[in-house]
């Protein structure tokens, strides 16, 4: 059972990318999937969830109407699309699961007991 992100990579202010978290050992449409990120010398926090319903939850509004997350159940993996990148989003960002409901509204890591290797997002011209 285990979750694998990928995708991250160098990428200018402004510009687009997909993360991917592929999900083995179990299904991943009958779990909450949510997104993490942490900064150098930040705390890990919530960006935003999936439910397994596709119930969307923004842990932080600063995302809002550039992030999303879009599963693909045939292939047990979901994508994070970030839009319209900012600095401040650079970020090693994690993927992770819980059945069916995101958790919290505080977007808790703890509520999470399923987690992928983070990567890393580097938002620089």
């Known amino acids: 059972v285990q979750l694998q992100a990928s995708g991250g990579g160098l990428v200018q202010p402004g510009g687009s990318l997909r993360l991917t978290c592929e999900a083995s050992?179990?299904?991943?449409?009958?779990?909450?999937v949510a997104w993490f990120r942490q900064a150098p010398g930040k705390e890990r926090e919530g960006v935003l969830c999936?439910?397994?319903?596709?119930?969307?939850?923004y842990y932080t509004n600063a995302v809002k109407d550039r992030f999303m997350i879009y599963r693909d159940n045939a292939k047990n993996m979901a994508t994070l699309q970030m839009n319209n990148l900012k600095p401040e989003d650079m970020a090693t960002y994690y993927c992770?699961?819980?059945?069916?409901?995101?958790?919290?509204?505080?977007?808790?890591?703890?509520?999470?007991?399923?987690w992928g290797r983070g990567t890393l997002v580097t938002v620089s011209s």
């Open positions: 992770a699961a819980r059945v069916r409901y995101c958790g919290s509204y505080s977007g808790s890591p703890s509520d999470f007991g399923l």
């Open positions: 050992g179990f299904t991943l449409d009958e779990y909450a």
């Open positions: 999936a439910s397994y319903m596709d119930g969307i939850t």
